[in-house]
Antibody, heavy 120, light 111 residues
Framework: QLQVQESGPGLVKPSETLSLTCSVS??????????WGWIRQSPGKGLEWIGS???????YFNPSLKSRITISRDTSKNQFSLRLNSVTAPDTAVYYC????????????WGQGTLVTVSS | QSVLTQPPSVSGAPGQRVTISCTGS?????????VHWYQQLPGTAPKLLIY???NRPSGVPDRFSGSKSGTSASLAITGLQAEDEADYYC???????????FGGGTKLTVL
């Protein structure tokens, strides 16, 4: 059974960098059948795609966040990570890591989510 | 402003049928990309409800069904139950963004 689990600081100061890691167990992040990504949900709001990383390492980002995002992976640890620079209060959200199927682009596994608050 | 448009809320009495619409454009749903639906119960992560427009993952009751036509899709829930009260999101892929897009979410209230 696949499990994906987010980890990282729950509080980040304005203008600093948000860093989160997703640990994957029960499946390989280098499998060609899947891609991996980050979704966020601001309090009381809807879902927003942040970015994705495919099995070959290619990355794709939401254009509205592209200038501030880095998504990377550590295949030896079966983890992938998100860095969001220059955060402000609107970046406060629950951040989810997800797995998607490359064929249908459906997000079939979601982490439980981690709340990151941007505040001084 | 979400790329896919959903009604903010729908409601129905127990046992009734409700539908939730999801309207896109020629760069996403209309381009032939599949539509998927997720159910988010309060305080939990979204859960896949319908994939590939019409398919249910194992364990999802057949009271839930999906359809797609042109630039729109719909989620239908029959025999409403109190446990169906949740937020529902549609999702597809957008070729102009080269990424996933979501609807704004629809809150289902079971009266």
């Amino acid at each position: 059974q696949l499990q994906v689990q987010e980890s990282g600081p729950g509080l980040v100061k304005p203008s600093e960098t948000l860093s989160l890691t997703c640990s994957v167990s029960g499946g390989s992040i280098t499998s060609s059948s899947y891609f991996w990504g980050w979704i966020r949900q601001s309090p009381g709001k809807g879902l927003e795609w942040i970015g994705s990383i495919y099995y070959g390492g290619n990355t794709y980002f939401n254009p509205s966040l592209k200038s501030r995002i880095t998504i990377s992976r550590d295949t030896s640890k079966n983890q992938f990570s998100l860095r969001l620079n220059s955060v402000t209060a609107p970046d406060t959200a629950v951040y989810y890591c997800v797995r998607g199927l490359t064929v249908s682009l459906v997000l079939d596994y979601w982490g439980q989510g981690t709340l990151v608050t941007v505040s001084s | 402003q979400s790329v896919l448009t959903q009604p903010p809320s729908v409601s129905g009495a127990p046992g009734q049928r409700v539908t939730i619409s999801c309207t896109g454009s020629s760069s996403n749903i209309g381009a032939g990309y599949d539509v998927h639906w997720y159910q988010q119960l309060p305080g939990t992560a979204p859960k896949l409800l319908i994939y590939g427009n019409t398919n249910r993952p194992s364990g999802v009751p057949d009271r839930f069904s999906g359809s797609k036509s042109g630039t729109s899709a719909s989620l239908a829930i029959t025999g409403l139950q109190a446990e169906d009260e949740a937020d529902y999101y549609c999702q597809s892929f957008d070729s102009s963004l080269s990424g996933w897009v979501f609807g704004g979410g629809t809150k289902l209230t079971v009266l």
